[in-house]
């Protein structure tokens, strides 16, 4: 009976260690090295063809491929680079070391650059929590921060990171409405809350990215509109609430300022009113202050009873 493999068993338990590595004094010595076993191969060489002893070849052969192993062992490490070295296919360890240096002889070695990247993922359709459409993009800043992972516990670290973000920026966006509720106190929202959603969005890429060796610096969302095909009534809904505020303020201030008149006017003994004249006066300025276009003054010259 086949059993069911476990996600953890799948994964290459690998991790980054440093790989023996000689400096550039060692790598000088070492160019001085080859320089003499040439000229003692190439002396050799001569003395054979000299003395016609054909067994001194075998002398050449050996100083030359003593040679060629010293100078396999000379490497330049660029600044932001790293060397992630194999010897038979075996994982011995990673040279971070910049300049000239030495390693191991017979080992392979794959450059990696441990330089900060960035990218910016394509722009994603996704229903928000309360199930609008939107399209949203965001930019991911990374780096490599284990070498052996990124070579050896995926295909293809680039390619990964850029679907695990997609995946990541996906999950947050379903997590959040587009808009808060002003009734909800505290309520985060994807226009709203860009710094909160931000942090959560790296959160997300850095636990995704992990298992290959990569670090996540900095995460922003860079793109983020409701979807074309309800634009148009969010814009709407939008200027309604606007105007709604907007009203809600202006009968704030145009009630204030009538009790403060009619207050004024009673403290002053300006002119004593009756409860149907202050109904009166309170309608004439909430509709004068209230109103959108101006108001035209209508001269009474009658009583305000008859």
């Given at each position: 009976?086949?059993?069911?493999v476990q996600?953890e068993?799948t994964q290459?338990?690998?991790?980054e260690?440093p790989?023996?590595?000689?400096?550039a004094?060692?790598a000088?010595?070492?160019?001085?090295?080859?320089v003499?076993?040439?000229?003692?191969a190439?002396?050799?060489v001569?003395?054979?063809?000299?003395?016609?002893?054909?067994?001194?070849?075998?002398?050449?052969?050996?100083?030359?491929i003593?040679?060629?192993?010293?100078?396999?062992?000379?490497?330049?490490?660029?600044?932001?680079?790293?060397?992630?070295?194999?010897?038979?296919?075996?994982?011995?360890g990673?040279v971070?070391?910049?300049?000239?240096?030495?390693?191991?002889?017979?080992?392979?070695r794959?450059?990696?650059?441990?330089?900060?990247?960035?990218?910016?993922?394509a722009?994603?359709?996704?229903?928000?929590?309360?199930?609008?459409?939107?399209?949203i993009?965001?930019i991911?800043?990374?780096?490599?921060?284990?070498?052996?992972?990124?070579?050896?516990?995926?295909?293809?670290?680039e390619?990964?990171i850029?679907?695990?973000?997609?995946?990541?920026?996906?999950?947050?966006?379903t997590?959040?409405?587009?808009?808060?509720?002003d009734?909800?106190?505290?309520?985060?929202?994807?226009r709203?809350?860009?710094d909160?959603?931000a942090?959560?969005?790296?959160?997300?890429?850095?636990?995704?990215?992990?298992?290959a060796?990569?670090?996540?610096?900095?995460?922003?969302?860079?793109?983020?509109?409701?979807?074309?095909?309800?634009a148009?009534?969010?814009?709407?809904?939008?200027?309604?609430s606007?105007?709604?505020?907007?009203?809600?303020?202006?009968?704030?201030?145009?009630?204030?300022?009538?009790?403060?008149?009619?207050?004024?006017?009673?403290?002053?003994?300006v002119?004593?009113?009756d409860?149907?004249?202050?109904?009166?006066m309170?309608?004439n300025?909430?509709?004068?202050?209230?109103s959108?276009?101006?108001?035209?003054?209508?001269?009474?010259?009658?009583?305000?009873?008859?």
């Amino acid at each position: 009976m086949t059993g069911i493999v476990q996600p953890e068993d799948t994964q290459v338990a690998i991790s980054e260690r440093p790989a023996w590595h000689g400096g550039a004094g060692a790598a000088v010595a070492a160019f001085v090295g080859i320089v003499v076993l040439a000229a003692a191969a190439v002396g050799l060489v001569f003395l054979s063809i000299s003395t016609e002893t054909p067994a001194l070849i075998i002398g050449t052969v050996v100083l030359a491929i003593a040679a060629t192993l010293l100078l396999s062992m000379v490497v330049v490490v660029a600044p932001g680079h790293t060397l992630v070295v194999q010897l038979f296919g075996k994982y011995v360890g990673t040279v971070r070391a910049q300049g000239l240096g030495l390693v191991l002889p017979l080992t392979t070695r794959r450059r990696l650059s441990v330089r900060v990247h960035n990218f910016e993922t394509a722009e994603l359709k996704v229903n928000d929590s309360t199930g609008n459409p939107v399209n949203i993009a965001s930019i991911i800043v990374w780096q490599v921060a284990d070498t052996a992972r990124a070579t050896f516990a995926v295909e293809d670290y680039e390619e990964f990171i850029v679907s695990q973000a997609e995946s990541a920026l996906r999950h947050v966006t379903t997590s959040h409405p587009y808009d808060a509720d002003d009734a909800v106190a505290g309520a985060t929202s994807l226009r709203g809350s860009t710094d909160q959603v931000a942090a959560e969005l790296a959160e997300q890429v850095a636990a995704r990215v992990e298992l290959a060796g990569l670090q996540i610096l900095e995460a922003r969302i860079s793109s983020l509109a409701y979807a074309a095909e309800i634009a148009g009534a969010m814009l709407q809904r939008q200027q309604a609430s606007a105007l709604l505020a907007a009203r809600e303020k202006i009968v704030e201030g145009a009630v204030g300022l009538v009790e403060n008149a009619l207050t004024r006017l009673e403290e002053n003994a300006v002119v004593e009113l009756d409860d149907e004249r202050r109904a009166a006066m309170v309608s004439n300025l909430l509709v004068v202050l209230c109103s959108d276009s101006r108001t035209t003054p209508v001269v009474n010259t009658g009583s305000l009873y008859s």
